[in-house]
Structures are given as C-alpha cells and as structure tokens.
C-alpha cells in the first residue's frame, strides 16, 4: 500500500532562516504529491503540488520538487517568516488508492524572531 | 461565499452518548471524507462517499457512522461504540477522481467528558 514518511519534527528555525522539510513516500502507481499546512486550531490548506516527475510546485516562497528517482518531495524555502509557524503535511493520492489522500505524520514548524 | 462548514466548532459530549458533526459543502464537489487528527498521527480516514446515497468505510471506520442523502451534506455520528473518541474531526471535499487537490473544512474539536 501507499505510505508517506517525513521529517519528524518539532522544527524550531529563527526568522530569515533556510527551511526543509524531508518527505519520501511509497506508492504503488504513480502518485500526486502534495503539500498542505495547518495553522493552530484550523482545517488543513493546499501549499503546493506536483503531479508528475520533476515537476516543481511553489506557492508563497515555498518549493517542493517530483524526484521519482529518489521517491521524494522536500518542501523548502529560502527565507522562514513568523507567520510560517504552523504544521505541515506531505500527502500522497493516486489512482491505485482510488484518489483518496495518504497523509505524512505531520511537522510542527516554529519560527521565532 | 463558496467553502465547506463544519458545525459546531466544538463540542463536549458525555461518554455513553452519540453525536452527530455536521459537514455541509456548496463547491458542487462529488466526493466527500471524514478524517480525525489526534496529536503526532496525521490524519487517518474514518469514511468516504463518492456519490450520493453511497459511502465506504476508511482505515478507521469502527465507532462511527455516516449518511450522504444529499450532494452538498455528509454528516458523521460518533457513537458509543468508539472507545477514544475526543480528537479533532475534519471534513474534506474532491472533485473528481482526479489527481486535484482536496479542500478542508475548518474542523470539528470533540470533547469525551
């Protein structure tokens, strides 16, 4: 079956600092990756995603590229701000699973000033 | 205004008893999800519907229920049968059996007393 395996957290980064967050994942067919982010006490929202090898999805400075090779989707982004605390989520779907969302653990981000 | 509604925003029930979260949709999406989040899990599945009038159990379906009689309502019951119900409970929608993205609610927070 489908899995998705990412970086445990807790992440504590000051502003202005350089951020990853490892996903790789394994599925059967050939998945959907996705980025969601959580902010404290609210449903999940859409940060990016990529559909097909080496595709590269961003959105608000972060940056997360397909790498078939490596089965992997690393979220980056050059420069954390305040406002990026939140949790994020690396997800996967696929025509396999009957495009239902398989869903990382989930890493807690915090950035201080 | 387009979205998804989850009611109410919390909510404290008694052991014993049964309750019903509320999700309601006006994105004209086919397919809607109940997922739970408990602390360090990510989100785990608890059901699915595709179309009206159908439904399928997800990887943690025992203890809860759910009705879909119309396209835009998917509510979900927690009876007394789930053991460790208090989580936080979040609505999704999808499309189409597609590779696009789910769309959340802003959740439900249960409280066993």
């Known amino acids: 079956g489908n899995s998705v395996t990412q970086m445990e957290g807790p992440v504590t980064l000051s502003e202005e600092a350089f951020l990853t967050i490892n996903c790789t994942y394994t599925a059967t067919g050939y998945p959907s990756l996705f980025w969601y982010v959580q902010y404290p006490g609210e449903g999940l929202q859409l940060l990016l995603k990529?559909?097909?090898?080496?595709d590269k999805g961003s959105n608000k400075g972060f940056e997360a590229t397909y790498r078939k090779e490596t089965t992997s989707f690393h979220l980056e982004k050059g420069s954390v701000q305040v406002s990026d605390s939140a949790v994020y989520f690396c997800?996967?779907?696929?025509?396999?699973?009957?495009?239902?969302?398989?869903f990382g653990k989930g890493t807690l981000l915090t950035v201080n000033p | 205004d387009g979205g998804i509604t989850q009611s109410p925003k919390y909510l404290f029930r008694k052991e014993g008893q049964n309750v019903t979260l509320s999700c309601e949709q006006n994105l004209n999406h086919d397919a809607m999800y109940w997922y739970r989040q408990d602390p360090g899990q990510g989100l785990r599945l608890i059901y699915y519907s595709q179309i009206v009038n159908d439904f399928q159990k997800g990887d943690i379906a025992e203890g809860y229920s759910v009705s879909r009689e119309k396209k835009e309502s998917f509510p979900l019951t927690v009876t007394s049968a789930q053991k460790n119900p208090t989580a936080f409970y979040l609505c999704?929608?999808?499309?189409?059996?597609?590779?696009?993205?789910?769309?959340f609610g802003p959740g439900t927070r249960l409280t066993v007393l």
């Open positions: 999704a929608t999808h499309r189409d059996r597609s590779y696009n993205e789910q769309f």
């Open positions: 990529a559909t097909k090898a080496d």
């Open positions: 997800a996967l779907s696929d025509k396999g699973s009957n495009y239902k969302l398989t």
